[in-house]
């Protein structure tokens, strides 16, 4: 139960693997990373000491955010061909970046959790899933199936995991000051839920691609 997490990412970088052949290109980019999520879960799960550097592991949560960042903001900025709406996606990332360097060296600093840069990236990921998400339902008539359309999967799964994030970064700085015990369980339980529902998605948005396949 404690190491859930982990399973849903394994599913989704399964099923990832799986339906690679059929995605769509700009699905693709998400098997490098997944595998990198794999690797790294393992390794801070069962050999923890191999990255914990000034007693910490928490630069691995920062190097992953910026990772995170670049790869759902490239994600997003594919399923949109307007040049208009890539140049405000990319804008966005970069003004995540700018946050997170901000954070890093003058906030907070690489060695220990970013929670500046952390609550940033989410704000600016769950406002484009929202904004791609709000304009799928104002077209609804030309995505009627929306809840077999990878795209929307993908999507809900990135604002929900989103909106979770958030709420556990912006308050993360106040719960560890107070030194609440009950913050590590209700902490855990925001992780588990966070990560459930984005390689969930994920992993469901990979499996639709194989079954218009099938179709086909």
């Known amino acids: 139960m404690f190491y859930l997490y982990f399973f849903f990412e394994l599913f989704a970088f399964i099923s990832c693997l799986y339906a690679y052949k059929n995605l769509d290109r700009n699905f693709k980019i998400f098997l490098p990373f997944l595998a990198f999520v794999v690797v790294y879960e393992f390794i801070n799960i069962f050999f923890m ?19 995170e960042l670049l790869v759902y903001g490239q994600f997003m900025a594919s399923l949109d061909e307007r040049k208009k709406y890539k140049k405000r996606v990319y804008m ?17 600093s690489f ?41 929307f999967l993908a999507a809900v799964g990135l604002l ?13 700085d106040n719960l560890l ?13 925001i992780c588990e839920m966070a990560c459930l529902f984005i390689y969930v998605f994920l992993g469901l948005a990979f499996l639709c691609f194989t079954k218009v396949k099938k179709l086909s």
């Open 49 to 67: 000491k191999l990255i914990l550097l000034h007693h910490s592991n928490a630069w691995c949560n920062n190097l992953e955010g910026v990772i």
């Open 92 to 108: 966005a990332v970069a003004i995540g970046l700018f946050i997170t360097l901000i954070d890093i060296f003058f906030i907070h």
């Open 111 to 151: 060695w220990t959790v970013a929670t500046v840069a952390s609550a940033s990236q989410s704000i600016i990921l769950a406002t484009m899933a929202f904004v791609y998400i709000y304009n799928l339902f104002k077209h609804s008539d030309e995505y009627p199936y929306l809840l077999f359309f990878p795209p």
């Open 160 to 172: 929900l995991y989103s909106l979770a994030n958030y709420f556990y970064f912006a308050s993360f």
């Open 177 to 189: 000051v107070k030194n609440n015990y009950h913050f590590y369980s209700i902490a855990h339980l």
